[in-house]
């Protein structure tokens, strides 16, 4: 009888450890600027050590001329680069963070209306979540979490629920994608990176 209530004491104690080391492991961000209590995003602290996946410009056209008055930096890090290369989705944990520039348009020696960036505007960050994480939050769903920064406050979102702020905008983007696509993938507007095209 001893034994066998040693035995299950054993075994209870190792079904601890690995609740334990389970839990330990749902806590550990598997995002760097995610919270995983609240699941509050925030822009990520370093994204301009990352490469980009691509940039928009943003044109208008005053009295005949051509003038960029807005740059959309898109950052990754580089393992979502790579991830996306070889398996042709996004993996878990995968960031996108897309930096809204101010710019302005000059003559160049390069050519007549060349744009440059001045100051941010805002960032847009978007977080890939395979797992429906916080199903609660108004901010995450449809496989990723959703918000916007202005830029002087990198850390609280203006975003309310993403699919007012944020999905009526990138529906156009689940007829552009691939085909093959994985659904959630869809959302992404991938066709202004062809950096993600290369194997
Ligand atoms: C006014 C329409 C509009 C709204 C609102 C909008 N987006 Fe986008 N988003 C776009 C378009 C179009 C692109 C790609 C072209 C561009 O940036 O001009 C894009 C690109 C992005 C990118 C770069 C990755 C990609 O999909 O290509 C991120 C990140 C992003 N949006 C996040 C968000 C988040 C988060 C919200 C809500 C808080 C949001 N967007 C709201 C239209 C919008």
New binding site residues.
Partial sequence: MKRVLILVMGILVSLGNWAGGAMAKGETPFASNVNMKTGAISVPEDYTRWPT??T?T?AKVDEGNANIHEY?V?YTQPTTIAYYQKHRRFPDGAI???ELLHAETMSMTTGPAVGHATTIKGF???VRDAKGRFKSSALWGDG?G???FNADDRVT?T?KD?KV??V???T??LELAPQNAKKDDK????L??PVLKKK
């Fill in positions: 996946l691509g928009w943003h959309h898109v996108l963070v897309k847009f960050v978007l990723w959703w918000s916007f979102t975003s993403y702020d944020c009526p905008c990138h156009p983007a959302w992404i507007y991938t202004g990176y």
